[in-house]
T-cell receptor, first 111, second 114 residues
Framework: TQLLEQSPQFLSIQEGENLTVYCNSS?????LQWYRQEPGEGPVLLVT?????EVKKLKRLTFQFGDARKDSSLHITAAQPGDTGLYLC???????????FGTGTRLKVLA | NAGVTQTPKFQVLKTGQSMTLQCAQD?????MYWYRQDPGMGLRLIYY???????DKGEVPNGYNVSRLNKREFSLRLESAAPSQTSVYFC?????????????FGQGTRLTVV
């Protein structure tokens, strides 16, 4: 069983603070995706990381793929209330078609 | 462009009743997936279909069956609903390449089993 564990599970911070969310697995992934989900909606793709060690930036969001392609992190700089939501990592373990999601990190940014 | 369409959006069942959740995509994707999401949690994979004519179990398949009717449609059936199956169900279709997978989701079905 390929499991994607995210930490922390919940995060409540003040506007302007920085935060990091982690996504870890014991399995190797050919790529990992990060999604954000709003209440009542399906998840929406933020970014894909493909190469071990890769760093991608999306405005105030920085995504990194671990060198061994077993883990990833999402760093948000100067969080804003609009960043509030459920953040999910996801991936297809190498050699399968099983697309699994992480356990989720619920972020709340207070004004 | 509709993307992924799920029906129904809401459903209340009594314990032991059966129902089928319908899902259709118009993006010509080969892979389709069914997930359930419990409050505040991530998505757990129930069943998936890598291509037309194939289906496979995911992480939590017990109590469910699926049918890949054609390339567009992938349905999920609860034969005898139980309160533990109260959840939000999402259907997704995936575009895949060597370097990327992206899932496109329906609006979800909120199912309550009483």
């Amino acid at each position: 069983t390929q499991l994607l564990e995210q930490s922390p599970q919940f995060l409540s911070i003040q506007e302007g603070e920085n935060l990091t969310v982690y996504c870890n697995s014991s399995s190797v992934f050919s790529s990992l995706q990060w999604y954000r989900q709003e209440p009542g909606e399906g998840p929406v793709l933020l970014v894909t990381v493909v190469t071990g060690g890769e760093v991608k930036k999306l405005k105030r969001l920085t995504f990194q793929f671990g060198d061994a392609r077993k883990d990833s992190s999402l760093h948000i700089t100067a969080a804003q209330p609009g960043d509030t939501g459920l953040y999910l990592c996801a991936g297809v373990a190498s050699g399968t078609y099983k697309y699994i999601f992480g356990t989720g990190t619920r972020l709340k940014v207070l004004a | 462009n509709a993307g992924v369409t799920q029906t129904p959006k809401f459903q209340v069942l009594k314990t032991g009743q059966s129902m089928t959740l319908q899902c259709a995509q118009d993006m010509n994707h080969n892979s389709m997936y069914w997930y359930r999401q419990d409050p505040g949690m991530g998505l757990r994979l129930i069943y998936y279909s890598a291509s037309e004519g194939t289906t496979d179990k995911g992480e939590v398949p017990n109590g469910y069956n699926v049918s890949r009717l054609n390339k567009r449609e992938f349905s999920l059936r609860l034969e005898s609903a139980a309160p533990s199956q109260t959840s939000v169900y999402f259907c997704a279709s995936c575009s895949r390449s060597v370097v990327n997978t992206e899932a496109f989701f329906g609006q979800g079905t909120r199912l309550t089993v009483v």
